[in-house]
């Protein structure tokens, strides 16, 4: 099955520097590579993805790379803000299968 | 607006006991999955349904079973409870059937956190 290894597990910044977050993935077949934000005490909410065919996507603050031929994918913040403090969690899935395999999340500190 | 829930939100109860913890959803979403979190492991999968007849194991089905009384309401069960069982527990779902959502989205309810002494 599918193995999903995320780094680092605790990420501290300062209040406007970036945080990269990174996965690698083992299943070639996975297409799919969603992003969850868990703020504490609630539950996980996607904040972007990325399918195979796409190299990068931004969303504002936010940005996903995709290396499909290392199989890794990136989480990128710029201009980090402390409601930016969160577990962060990446996964990969197939297409079909639509069962996401989680890595083991990044708890990212952001001091004001 | 459109949601999942879970209840209880918090539970304390003892090694042995049986416990249910409920989940219902007003998405219309036909997919349906239990979770389990823990510290420094992320979550991962017990069970998943892709509609009412269609029940799954996923990685860490030993210890717990799972209902799918309808379209909208999952069910799991810890029916002897253990302590190694305390967690925090997320159904989560999503719809195959819903153009405007990626059919690969998952939404998840607020958890229920599960104390077993």
């Known amino acids: 099955g599918e193995n999903v290894e995320q780094h680092p597990s605790t990420l501290s910044v300062q209040e406007g520097d970036s945080a990269v977050i990174k996965c690698t993935y083992s299943d070639s077949a996975s297409n799919y590579f969603p992003w969850y934000k868990q703020e504490l005490g609630k539950r996980p909410q996607l904040i972007i993805d990325?399918?195979?065919?796409?190299g990068e996507k931004k969303d504002q603050r936010i940005a996903v790379t995709l290396n499909k031929t290392a199989k890794h994918f990136s989480l990128h913040i710029t201009e980090t803000q402390p409601e930016d403090s969160a577990v962060y969690f990446c996964?990969?899935?197939?297409?079909?299968?639509?069962?996401?395999?989680f890595g083991r999340g990044t708890s990212l500190i952001v001091h004001p | 607006d459109a949601d999942v829930t879970q209840t209880p939100r918090n539970r304390i109860t003892k090694t042995g006991k049986r416990i249910m913890l409920e989940c219902s959803q007003t998405?219309?979403?036909?997919?349906m999955y239990w979770y389990r979190q823990d510290p420094g492991l992320g979550l991962r999968l017990i069970y998943y349904?892709?509609?009412?007849?269609?029940?799954n194991k996923g990685e860490i089905s030993d210890g717990y079973s799972v209902s799918r009384q309808a379209q909208a309401k999952f069910s799991l069960s810890l029916e002897s409870a253990i302590p190694n069982q305390t967690a925090l527990y997320f159904c989560a779902t999503s719809t195959t059937k819903d153009p405007r959502v990626s059919y690969n989205e998952q939404f998840f309810g607020p958890g229920t956190r599960l104390t077993v002494l």
């Open positions: 996964a990969a899935s197939r297409g079909g299968s639509y069962i996401p395999t």
């Open positions: 998405k219309g979403h036909d997919r």
């Open positions: 990325i399918r195979s065919n796409v």
């Open positions: 349904s892709f509609d009412v007849k269609d029940i």
